[in-house]
């Protein structure tokens, strides 16, 4: 079950800064936003790869 749960920090606020953006524009591609995400909350390849698949899922 821990796997769905983002452990860090930073990777909550990328998880919340994504929503936030595609609730505000749904059309936007979700690769582009994760990748700026990964870059804005400096997050650890580990990390990367939990948002990815976190939105891939959700797609």
């Known amino acids: ?3 769905l749960l983002p452990e860090g920090e930073e990777l909550r606020r990328a998880v919340k800064w994504v929503s936030a ?3 505000e524009n749904p059309g936007q591609p979700v690769p582009k936003l994760v990748q700026e995400a990964v870059f804005k909350f400096d997050l650890s390849p580990r990390d990367a790869e939990f948002l ?3 939105y891939r899922k959700d797609q």
């Open 21 to 23: 953006h595609l609730q």
């Open 1 to 3: 079950m821990h796997d």
């Open 52 to 54: 990815s698949r976190f």
